[in-house]
């Protein structure tokens, strides 16, 4: 099971340039993005492509669905901010969309 941990300010700075769709919130603990499927069911495919991929990182996302749009959230609670595990979680999920057109 990877173990989180903590990202610099460095890390977290290259990981926004690398995605520039993602915005860091406010004070800088979490990132997110919005995501449109074509419809209610392709943004659920999205969203259950997401889930097996976080449950194999152990790290889920916090998220939202309507209709079309999914909104997803990503912090580590235990680091109290942005960790690795996030970043890969970002970076798979990023590789699903445009697997399956999701903008």
Sequence with gaps: MPHATPLSDEQRQQLLADHPKWSLSEVGDAVSRQFQGRDFVHAF???????????????????????????????????????????????????????LSVG
Excluded at 63 to 75: A, C, G, K, M
């Design 45 to 99: 495919a999205f969203m259950s492509a997401v889930a097996i991929e976080a449950e194999k990182l152990n790290h889920h996302p916090e998220w939202s669905n309507v209709y079309r749009t999914v909104e997803i959230r990503l912090t580590t609670h235990d680091t109290g901010g942005l960790s690795n595990l996030d970043a890969r979680l970002l970076s798979r999920i990023e590789i699903l969309a445009e697997r």
